[in-house]
């Protein structure tokens, strides 16, 4: 098994993060990731998108891993296509859900599992640390439940490149987040690990985006399917999942 050390963009300390190549049978990904994390320490105040600097902790981390996402999948492979899904026009209401996305071709997306979209005033959380990416001006996300018997997660009707996401309020109860990117027939080309424990401020209301995109050569280097399931902890963490892009290069 080859692992890969990577470093997280966290404006309080660096923690190294591990992506795990498995092998099953068939020819492992390459894939290039993209981290960023903002602590919190509050359930009932979201972090700003953007603001000045007297403002309590804005995703400034977030959102320059997702501007590297972005800036890989269409500057460096100049045939990048991207498409975003901020649940804003989706009704609220329980997984399965299925919608269509088009990164320069028409791609079916559903996320299966324990969620739900669900509706957020606008500034506000839940209650319990989620709220809308950004929260000044969206009011719904995908409320995920990762748990150890049970998973969320996205599939595609056809091979991507490249899959990102930002969460809210990941990791209450010391678990740690498994991305387990697969292929057409549900086999494991790469894994990945998430863990806040060591950062100070969040396990209340954090933001995080994590982002995957192919290596080269891109052509071999696409997946189908991304589950999420929790490990290291036995209780269920709920997280808010907002924002969700997909990469396809042609």
Not at 37 to 61: Q, T, V
Not at 118 to 144: C, E, H, K, Q, W
């Amino acid at each position: 098994m080859q692992v890969q050390t990577i470093q997280q963009y966290n404006s309080t300390q660096m923690q190294p993060l591990i992506f795990k190549k498995v092998a099953l049978g068939v020819t492992p990904i390459a894939l290039t990731p993209f981290f960023g994390i903002d602590g919190n320490g509050s359930n009932d105040r979201p972090n700003p998108m953007e603001g000045p600097a007297s403002y309590p902790n804005p995703i400034w981390n977030s959102d320059f891993a997702y501007a590297e996402f972005r800036f890989e999948a269409t500057d460096t492979n100049p045939t990048g296509v991207i498409a975003t899904q901020d649940f804003e026009a989706i009704a609220p209401g329980p997984a399965p859900i299925a919608f269509n996305l088009n990164p320069g071709a028409v791609i079916g997306c559903t996320i299966t599992g324990t969620g739900s979209v669900i509706n957020i005033p606008v500034g506000t959380t839940d209650g319990f640390g989620r709220y809308s990416i950004p929260s000044a001006t969206s009011t719904r996300i995908f409320l995920a439940v990762a748990a150890a018997v049970s998973e969320m997660a996205v599939e595609f009707d056809t091979d991507v490149n490249g899959f990102g996401f930002y969460a809210t309020d990941i990791g209450d109860f010391g678990g740690q987040l498994e991305l387990d990117f697969q292929n057409a027939s549900g086999q494991s080309l790469l894994k990945k690990t998430i863990s806040v424990a060591s950062i100070p401020g969040a396990e209340d209301g954090n933001c995080l985006f994590f982002g995957a995109l192919s290596a080269a050569p891109v052509a071999s280097n696409k997946f189908r399917k991304v589950v999420f399931k929790l490990i290291a902890s036995a209780t269920p963490d709920g997280f808010g999942f907002d924002h969700m892009t997909i990469v396809r290069i042609p």
